[in-house]
């Protein structure tokens, strides 16, 4: 009876608490890796969103042109009913016109979120009438080409 017992032991496996440890640490590594790259793929995305909003109301201003002989000089005379201001899809920008006249304008997409990274890069893209793009702490080579 005692041969059965033993015998059954030495067949059980199980995890043993080092096994456990090391499979912790590993997950713990491969998530210490990931996290900032995954990070910087959605400040980027949404970077592109506040980017892609300063592009279109550039091109609705173009269209307020032709229409109107002068720039809008306010969102709410270039949205119409849509207010005088506009946030993007996820809420990081706010898009607003700055320094327009009937014959300039800038449109400027300032950054709302709470990503510390992107107060210190930037915090504000902006394009004017003769399409020269900007950006503000960091230059446009920084926020407009990545």
Same mark, same amino acid.
């Given at each position: ?7 059954? =032991?030495?067949?059980q =496996?199980?995890v043993?608490?080092i ?8 997950i713990?590594?491969l998530a @210490?890796?990931g ?5 910087a793929?959605?400040?980027?995305? +949404?970077? !592109?969103e506040?980017r892609?909003a300063v ?6 201003q173009e +269209?307020f042109?032709?229409? $109107?002989?002068t720039?809008? !000089?306010?969102?709410a005379?270039? =949205?119409g009913a849509?207010g005088?201001s506009f946030t993007? /899809?996820?809420?990081q920008?706010e898009?607003?016109?700055r $320094?327009?006249?009937?014959? !300039?304008?800038?449109?400027v @997409?300032?950054?709302r979120g709470?990503?510390?990274? /992107?107060?210190t890069?930037? &915090?504000e893209?902006s394009i $004017? &009438?003769d399409a /020269? ?5 960091k230059?446009?080579?920084t926020c407009?080409?990545?």
């Open positions: 009876m005692m041969h059965g017992l033993v015998a059954m =032991r030495a067949e =496996r199980g043993t608490l096994e456990l440890m090391i499979v912790v640490v590993v713990a590594l @210490a890796i996290y900032p790259s995954y990070a793929y959605t400040l980027r995305a +949404k970077r !592109t506040g892609s592009i279109r109301y550039a091109g609705e +269209k042109l032709l229409t $109107n002989n720039y809008a !000089t306010s969102m005379q270039l =949205r849509g005088a993007t /899809e996820s809420g920008y898009i607003s016109i $320094n327009a006249t009937a014959s !300039t304008y800038e449109i @997409a300032t950054y709470t990503a510390a990274t /992107e107060t890069t930037c &915090q893209m $004017n &009438q /020269e793009f900007a950006s503000t702490p230059g446009p080579e407009w080409d990545r």
